[in-house]
């Protein structure tokens, strides 16, 4: 009898040919962290159960039944014990996601995947022999956490499974014209960027910006060529680090063989930067831009990196925090295909001091583990570094790939910082007078929003920016903000934290309300940005308002940050940097793996599905609230009603929503006092958490969504 796999009309593919096919690309994926035993048996035993007659009548008739086909492999590894029982997880969720242990009382669990009775799959040992395992999984380090490394282990080998089996069926299906192109050579791509910056390498004039721009990227290219590893690159503001740290991890790969570079960065709007300077340099066919805000159509210019998103095959790809941790600690199959191409990987984490403080711990955790069983190195970036040293293993010291670090933010600094202590909202909107451009940092949306309509009654040109507003209104105004800098004309902005990353602006004068040390400076990289005024007059004030109360998930922050530039000179010292991160991990306390993740993996007793539950970047109690207040909008809201909520519609639906946080259970929610006064009102009932705005006067042109009651924060 043949035992089929696959079907597409006349054509089949044998389990056998799909097993083999399986198994090799498995075997393939996992050799780049020196495993391919692992990932070949995997791939071999995964698909036992298709060797049962209800399977092969269901395939064979295309009955539709639901014939269990996951288990049987699991059973299998389970039986003949010993470290083939760690297969059993993987191959147990090759399409639910990988399970929790459990115990044999839950069904879905690998305890109860065990205790299942399933269809007769015996006939595979006509044509299957199980291979051999002659490797141990991990290195056996009595100073680390061996579950947490086994968990991760068992993590890389699904992915190189599901991966594995997803290609080899599609090549099938589609009789091997996948549209699938991989992009070219980390060799070819250095050579491009070399021939980028060759002008740049030949000034040697160290007293000028470009100067010491080169002298950083010089550095970095120089730097690529040490061993694997975890690396810093501290840099200041204006100093190149998005070119120079390209330079380091194409170097690096070159020298060591790599295959990827990944780009981790916490805000879309830094993202879409740095990927077109990507594009520019290296070829928009080798960068992969994989975030929530981007989707390639299904067209046949952009299927090839449809594809690649799936599962980050492209020499360069540039993501999220949330798209990378969640990912790595994920579940389902659509999440975790990809983790198997951050192995043998340059790993950047661009503004490294917003690594997710609730899930510290197990992040770096899990990074330590691709460095140390993953042939991964690892980059920090960043003009505010944070203190994980002590996170790390004490045998990898982290190296610095800016040289002279102290010398170089010398000689960038571009502002005085001034602390002017407690005042009121009065006396603030006293100090923003004169011809000069000012920007002013408030931590709530409601302190801006009150702020703003003070300002606006006695003086012009004011700006406001929050999140209250939806993005395109906000490109609207930062539009007009950005052509009266331009113009040396006077203009005052008050905003929210949302223009302290990815937005380039340049004011004569900021002012910033108290709040992490992180925060402060990158806040004063709105100030004199391009260098071009005097640095005695680039003020930066720091302040807080009088007995404001200090917003709950802020406090710790902001306590101390105001401890630390008590003890320092200069609030930018690299000292007092390192200082304020050492002490707010030492508050934090355990907190630093706020859902105990760590401590859902131990004795081989791993619980994979509840961890992707519980580890969340963004919290899922928000609500979108559609502003429908341009023609576009208006008809795309038709469309979302009529035609229901695709992908498409709903990405290009987000550029006309405001997200507010809150819970229907709870009539404090700021939610529920918008909702109670007949303010919202469901969108559809299929779109759950998606509300439209009833009353547009609810809405300014001005400040966007008005619901200043509550102190709701930016971010």
């Known amino acids: 009898m043949e035992y089929i796999a696959h079907k597409d009309n006349e054509r089949v593919q044998t389990v056998k040919e799909h097993l083999y096919g399986t198994a090799e690309l498995a075997g393939f994926f996992a050799e780049r962290f020196g495993k391919k035993e692992w990932g070949y048996c995997c791939g071999m035993l995964h698909d036992l159960g298709k060797y049962s007659k209800e399977f092969q009548r269901k395939i064979r008739n295309d009955t539709g039944e639901r014939v269990d086909h996951s288990t049987a492999g699991a059973k299998v590894c389970n039986e003949k014990g010993g470290y083939y029982s760690i297969l059993s997880y993987c191959i147990a969720g090759h399409h639910a996601g990988l399970p929790d242990y459990g115990n044999t009382a839950i069904g879905n669990s690998l305890c109860g995947r065990y205790n299942k009775k399933i269809?007769?799959?015996?006939?595979?040992?006509?044509?299957?022999?199980?291979?051999?395992?002659?490797?141990?999984?991990?290195?056996?380090?009595?100073t680390k956490n061996l579950d947490f490394s086994l968990s991760v282990f068992v993590r890389m080998l699904y992915s190189c499974l599901v991966d594995a089996d997803f290609l080899d069926t599609e090549a099938f299906m589609k009789n091997e014209n996948t549209g699938r192109v991989a992009g070219k050579t980390m060799q070819i791509l250095e050579e491009k960027l070399e021939q980028y910056?060759?002008?740049?390498?030949?000034?040697?004039?160290?007293?000028?910006?470009?100067?010491?721009?080169?002298?950083?990227?010089?550095?970095?290219?120089?730097?690529?060529?040490?061993?694997?590893?975890?690396?810093?690159?501290?840099?200041?503001?204006?100093?190149?680090?998005?070119?120079?740290?390209?330079?380091?991890?194409?170097?690096?790969?070159?020298?060591?063989?790599?295959?990827?570079?990944?780009?981790?960065?916490?805000?879309?709007?830094?993202?879409?930067?740095?990927?077109?300077?990507?594009?520019?340099i290296l070829g928009a066919e080798n960068v992969l831009e994989n975030h929530c805000n981007v989707?390639?159509?299904?067209?046949?210019?952009?299927?090839?990196?449809?594809?690649?998103?799936?599962?980050?095959?492209k020499p360069v790809v540039v993501t999220t925090n949330?798209?990378?941790?969640?990912?790595?600690?994920g579940n389902k199959s659509s999440k975790c295909r990809k983790i198997h191409n951050i192995a043998n990987s340059v790993v950047i984490f661009d503004e490294a001091q917003m690594l997710p403080m609730d899930y510290l711990k197990p992040c770096i955790s899990v990074l330590q583990e691709l460095v140390d069983n993953y042939a991964s190195s690892i980059v920090l970036c960043t003009a505010t570094q944070p203190a994980l040293e002590m996170f790390f293993s004490s045998k990898d010291k982290m190296i610095e790939l800016c040289p002279c670090v102290e010398e170089q933010f010398r000689f960038f600094e571009r502002v005085t910082y001034e602390k002017i202590g407690k005042i009121s909202q009065d006396e603030l909107i006293m100090r923003m007078q004169g011809d000069q451009s000012i920007l002013c940092i408030v931590n709530t949306k409601k302190a801006a929003q009150e702020l703003y309509k003070k300002l606006r009654e006695e003086r012009k040109n004011i700006y406001h920016l929050s999140t209250n507003m939806y993005p395109k209104h906000r490109k609207r105004v930062l539009k007009l903000i950005r052509e009266r800098l331009d113009n040396n004309e006077k203009c005052i902005v008050v905003s929210t934290s949302l223009v302290e990353a990815g937005v380039d602006l340049d004011?004569?004068?900021?002012?910033?309300?108290?709040?992490?040390?992180?925060?402060?400076?990158?806040?004063?990289?709105?100030?004199?940005?391009?260098?071009?005024?005097?640095?005695?007059?680039?003020?930066v004030y720091i302040f807080d308002f009088i007995d404001e109360k200090k917003v709950t998930n802020q406090k710790l922050q902001i306590e101390t940050a105001a401890s630390v530039i008590q003890d320092y000179e200069k609030v930018d010292d690299l000292t007092g940097i390192s200082d304020y991160f050492k002490r707010l991990y030492h508050y934090r306390g355990t907190s630093l793996d706020k859902k105990n993740i760590m401590g859902e993996f131990k004795q081989m007793r791993f619980n994979f599905s509840k961890v992707a539950k519980e580890f969340k970047l963004i919290e899922e109690n928000t609500k979108m609230i559609y502003i429908n207040k341009e023609l576009k909008a208006e008809e795309l809201l038709n469309e979302l009603k009529t035609k229901g909520a695709s992908k498409e519609r709903l990405r290009e639906a987000g550029q006309y929503c405001v997200q507010i946080y809150g819970d229907e259970r709870n009539e404090n929610s700021l939610f529920d006092k918008l909702y109670s006064n007949g303010m919202l009102r469901?969108?559809?009932?299929?779109?759950?958490?998606?509300?439209?705005?009833?009353?547009q006067k609810q809405y300014s042109d001005e400040w966007g969504l008005d619901f200043s009651v509550d102190d709701v924060l930016m971010m």
């Open 119 to 142: 269809c007769d799959f015996k006939n595979y040992e006509k044509e299957i022999e199980i291979p051999q395992l002659h490797t141990d999984p991990i290195v056996f380090d009595p």
């Open 682 to 695: 469901p969108i559809s009932e299929d779109m759950q958490d998606f509300y439209e705005l009833v009353s």
């Open 197 to 280: 910056i060759e002008p740049w390498l030949s000034n040697a004039e160290l007293e000028s910006i470009n100067g010491r721009r080169t002298e950083i990227l010089a550095h970095c290219m120089e730097m690529g060529k040490r061993e694997k590893g975890i690396y810093r690159l501290t840099v200041p503001t204006g100093g190149g680090k998005t070119i120079a740290s390209l330079a380091f991890a194409l170097r690096h790969a070159v020298k060591h063989q790599m295959d990827r570079i990944i780009y981790v960065i916490p805000y879309t709007s830094i993202i879409e930067q740095n990927a077109q300077v990507f594009r520019e």
């Open 507 to 539: 004011f004569d004068i900021v002012y910033r309300q108290i709040a992490g040390l992180d925060s402060l400076i990158q806040a004063a990289g709105r100030c004199n940005r391009n260098g071009k005024k005097d640095l005695a007059k680039s003020k």
């Open 322 to 329: 949330v798209q990378f941790f969640e990912s790595l600690f």
């Open 295 to 313: 989707e390639y159509k299904d067209s046949e210019e952009f299927y090839p990196m449809q594809l690649a998103s799936e599962n980050w095959d």
